[in-house]
């Protein structure tokens, strides 16, 4: 949703399109500046960010056809520290 307003905002404003789209104006501006910078994202979000490139290996490797589960379990038997505590496949 973030991405459409960005593209129509030149057009029509961003506070007005929020007020037709059910996203208030703070969230939207919220969001836009976690894009732009990444500190302001929780802990958790941000090892998601840092595992991206490892999960994406971990999926090609197997012919794209792991899903979560087996991406996860694979990951462990390499010894990859992932996901949030609490989680365990």
């Not at 941000?46 to 012919?63: H, L, S, T, Y």
Request: hydrophobic share 35%; with cysteine.
């Amino acid at each position: 949703m973030t991405s459409f307003i960005d593209e129509q905002r030149v057009d029509y404003g961003g506070e007005p399109i929020c007020q037709v789209l059910p996203i208030a104006p703070s969230t939207y501006h919220e969001r836009v500046a976690k894009r732009r910078d990444p500190s302001r994202l929780s802990p958790r979000a941000q090892r998601d960010e840092a595992m991206k490139p490892e999960i994406r290996r971990v999926f090609d490797a197997n012919f794209k056809v792991y899903g979560v589960h087996k991406v996860w379990r694979q990951m462990q038997r390499e010894g990859l520290a992932l996901l949030a505590a609490g989680w365990n496949g």
